[in-house]
């Protein structure tokens, strides 16, 4: 077993997406589906952490209509089928580098524009009312988010807002094992100029181009099974995401005896890892 990387999807960091490189694994016989369904469980995950698909204060507006909606790296498009049946009569559009992601039978008020966001975003100025950018931290190396955040700002219409979900890599009361695992992981990324701790500087990247309303809310994302009031279905993606990370990272050939300990330690050490929103409105 191993991890799959189709070369079509790889960017010149080794990979393109979190799915890819921590859920696709070799050997799976419905290895898109099984992508897309994880895809799913952690949108599902992320809104149940916010109580919400998003935080900036355009609920009366979304639900009055009329508004242009942009996800950069929309992936499946799993945020904007969300929010485009509850909010139906606004326009979404999605931009993504990967176009097979695409999937044919979309709602109508959806449409997908295929680019690479880092040469800038395809769209003219003040087009868009509300613009959320989700799980991009594996992909964008650190100047890229003040470029992609500059161009998200020329593109927004006054008065809009932008909103950015992202994860902080180190996770937080780690165990020994979890902290072994997490550093092979983050020097991976180090190593391909990720910005792992992005989080740090998306407030300053809003406030330098002179968004305003800046809000920051962060939440806790349990790792193992200790917090009982998480669901059946997320404890399914944590153990995925370390069973992956295990595969990937971890070394060694037993996964299964791998992952048991890891677990029973991220349940002694209450491990889990933090999820960041910055939502801000340009004036
Ligand atoms: C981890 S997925 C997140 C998908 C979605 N935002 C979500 O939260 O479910 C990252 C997505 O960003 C896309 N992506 C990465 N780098 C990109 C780039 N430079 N331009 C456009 N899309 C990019 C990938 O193709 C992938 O679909």
């Keep these: ?12 960091n080794g990979f393109d997406t979190i799915s890819q490189y921590l859920f696709s694994v070799t050997g799976l016989p419905k290895k898109f589906d099984r992508e897309e369904e994880n895809a799913g469980l952690r949108h599902n995950l992320i809104r149940e952490l916010f109580n919400g698909n998003f935080s900036s204060p355009i609920r009366d507006k979304l639900n ?14 799993t945020w904007l089928f969300d929010m485009s049946s509850d909010f139906k009569d606004c326009q979404y559009v999605g ?36 613009i959320h950018i989700r799980n991009l931290v594996f992909d964008l190396r650190d100047k890229q988010w003040d470029s992609l955040v500059q ?23 780690a165990g ?3 902290d072994k695992l997490g550093k092979k992981m983050r020097n991976f990324l180090i190593e391909r100029k990720i910005s792992i701790l992005i989080v740090n ?25 200790w917090d009982s009031s998480f669901r059946k ?35 002694k050490y209450r491990s889990y890892f933090s999820v960041h929103r910055f939502f801000s409105q340009k004036i």
Aim: with cysteine.
């Design 151 to 173: 161009e998200c700002v020329r593109i927004l219409k006054p008065g809009g807002y932008i909103e950015i979900t992202e994860t902080e890599m180190p996770t937080k009361s």
């Design 233 to 267: 279905a997320f404890q399914t993606f944590n153990l995925e995401v370390l069973r992956t990370s295990l595969i990937r990272f971890g070394g060694s050939k037993n996964i299964d005896s791998e992952l048991s300990n890891l677990i029973a330690e991220a349940n």
């Design 95 to 130: 931009v993504d580098k990967t176009p097979q992601q695409f999937i044919a039978n979309k709602p109508k008020n959806v449409e997908f524009v295929t680019a690479d966001v880092t040469d800038g975003l395809p769209f003219n100025d003040e087009s868009f009312d509300f």
């Design 176 to 178: 020994p094992n979890m």
């Design 201 to 225: 500087r998306i407030g300053d990247i809003m406030k330098s181009n002179n968004l305003q309303n800046i809000v920051h809310d962060e939440r806790c994302f349990p790792l193992g099974t």
């Design 64 to 77: 009055d209509g009329g508004l242009m909606v942009l996800d950069v790296g929309c992936g499946f498009g």
């Design 1 to 12: 077993m191993g991890i799959l990387l189709s070369k079509s999807r790889q960017n010149e």
